[in-house]
T-cell receptor, first 114, second 112 residues
Framework: GAVVSQHPSWVICKSGTSVKIECRSL??????MFWYRQFPKQSLMLMAT?????????EQGVEKDKFLINHASLTLSTLTVTSAHPEDSSFYIC??????????FGPGTRLTVL | KNQVEQSPQSLIILEGKNCTLQ??????????LRWYKQDTGRGPVSLTI?????NTKSNGRYTATLDADTKQSSLHITASQLSDSASYIC???????????FGTGTRLQVTL
């Protein structure tokens, strides 16, 4: 089956720094990838839709200047959390859509901001 | 408003026992419904995918049912194992792959 990877799997950073998370589709090309955030004991919340070669589409309430998304190739999307604060601590999950329009999820990245 | 509700919120069962998780949805238009298993600290993994015309689908010890008329689905786990301990999420897809509505999940704990 289709495999989606994320790197890093976890990261701890100081408040005010920026953190980049990578999402890769390993065995298929994905023109569309999604970024989700999940707080403890809650379901996934869609943050933004990332389309290869174009600007990301952000969900209501998600600051586009804080969560920078780049989808430079058909197998890679990156999410950069700029000037991270403790409230940004969360579990970030990406997904990639294959040609059959099915979403495959990555293993997630645990971000802890001190 | 599109919503997916799951019950129970959490469940503890003994190893070897069966259990059934419920999902009610009000999502429209309906494309398909999926059950995912999410281990702690991991991303969701698909268990079953059900389209409008399917009533039952099995994947090993997992059996999902769908009643499109009442907009209900269930996930039955047979002969539970310790490794089944996880959150089980019901997701309804509308139209295209981009429209996913997630349920809040059922946290299952299987104990000895």
């Amino acid at each position: 089956g289709a495999v989606v990877s994320q790197h890093p799997s976890w990261v701890i950073c100081k408040s005010g720094t920026s953190v980049k998370i990578e999402c890769r589709s390993l065995d298929f090309q994905a023109t569309t990838m999604f970024w989700y955030r999940q707080f403890p004991k809650q379901s996934l919340m869609l943050m933004a839709t990332s389309n290869e070669g174009s600007k990301a589409t952000y969900e209501q309430g998600v600051e586009k200047d804080k969560f920078l998304i780049n989808h430079a190739s058909l197998t890679l999307s990156t999410l950069t959390v700029t000037s991270a604060h403790p409230e940004d601590s969360s579990f970030y999950i990406c997904s990639a859509v294959d040609r059959g329009l099915e979403q495959f999820f990555g293993p997630g990245t645990r971000l802890t901001v001190l | 408003k599109n919503q997916v509700e799951q019950s129970p919120q959490s469940l503890i069962i003994l190893e070897g026992k069966n259990c059934t998780l419920q999902c009610n949805y009000t999502v429209s238009p309906f494309s398909n419904l999926r059950w995912y298993k999410q281990d702690t600290g991991r991303g969701p993994v698909s268990l079953t995918i059900m389209t409008f015309s399917e009533n039952t689908k099995s994947n090993g010890r997992y059996t999902a049912t769908l009643d499109a008329d009442t907009k209900q689905s269930s996930l039955h786990i047979t002969a539970s194992q310790l490794s089944d301990s996880a959150s089980y999420i019901c997701v309804v897809i509308t139209g295209t792959a981009s429209k996913l509505t997630f349920g809040t999940g059922t946290r299952l704990q299987v104990t000895l």
